[in-house]
């Protein structure tokens, strides 16, 4: 544990886009990837108790000591003491830890995920950066309210993978689900800030249920993941529907890196690649 941390200090040192760190960091790493529940340090004095370190959010805690780090700090920005957010598909809390540290005691984090096997554990890191101001519910955040769907667990070593999607030929596991609209007036928010989004292809199902969220007169920021091949396996829904429900709603839609370099938002819908997008209403 203490050869870990060292390692872990060291590389770093290196900025996490550094061409080769993840290759190097891997190599370096060797057996040590093999540990399981381990407690890393995050950035900001943020702490994470991990799954496995194989999978792509435990190695880049470990390594860099932050996921998504584009993302996550787009997110922070957006959000100031007293700020609402609200985070889909939570996972461990990569985004819920550092937002609900952002936003303070004023503030409010909603935190939601549907797997019985990743809850417990973003119940524990809320615990161990104890956060009095994240409200975490166990549910699927769908187009229908409560109603039952099938869930497949993905195995420890690709913990963030867990989705309403068949997949690694595991069993099903019924999973309540409930819609944006009712958790946020169960909730009695007043307002939104930012929203993430992340539930492995069903995205589409989430902005479905979420239509008082996102027509209000001072709508949320979204950040939401496209992947071509996890919204090609939702039944009875085309790759880019997600898109397609925020711009209904006039949203604009950016990729983050083309709004992080000052580009225009997408003319069309991207049914090809992955992304990581910002939906911001039109002004």
Avoid at 30 to 48: H, Q
Avoid at 114 to 134: K, T
Wanted: proline share 7%; with cysteine.
């Amino acid at each position: 544990m203490r050869r870990l941390r060292y390692i872990s200090k060291v590389l770093r040192v290196l900025p996490p886009e550094t061409p080769g760190k993840a290759r190097l960091s891997r190599h370096v790493l060797g057996s040590s990837l093999e540990a399981r529940n381990i407690i890393v340090n995050g950035r900001d004095g943020t702490k994470f108790l991990v799954p496995s370190f194989h999978e792509p959010i435990g190695f880049y805690l470990l390594v860099d000591g932050v996921y998504e780090q584009k993302a996550i700090n787009f997110v922070l920005e957006r959000l100031k003491p007293g700020s609402v957010f609200i985070d889909i598909g939570a996972n461990i809390g990569v985004y819920t830890i550092p937002a609900a540290l952002k936003v303070g005691p004023t503030g409010a984090v909603i935190a939601i995920e549907p797997s019985p096997r990743i809850f417990p554990f973003l119940e524990q890191n809320a615990f161990l950066n104890g956060l009095s101001n994240a409200r975490l519910i166990q549910c699927a955040a769908y187009n229908s309210d409560e109603q039952t769907v099938p869930f497949y667990e993905a195995p420890v070593d690709h913990f963030g993978m867990g989705s309403l999607g068949t997949q690694f030929d595991a069993e099903p596991i019924p999973v309540l689900t409930h819609t944006l609209d009712y958790l946020v007036g169960e909730q009695m928010l007043g307002r939104i800030d930012v929203i993430k989004v992340d539930v492995e292809g069903f995205e589409a199902a989430v902005f479905q249920g979420a239509e008082k969220v996102l027509t209000v007169n001072k709508p949320p920021v979204v950040v939401f993941e496209f992947c071509d091949w996890a919204e090609g396996r939702v039944p009875g829904e085309q790759v880019g529907n997600a898109q397609r429900a925020l711009r209904e709603w006039k949203y604009d839609i950016w990729r983050l890196n083309d709004l992080l370099r000052g580009k225009p938002p997408l003319t069309d819908v991207l049914t090809s690649g992955f992304e990581t997008l910002v939906a911001m209403k039109n002004s």
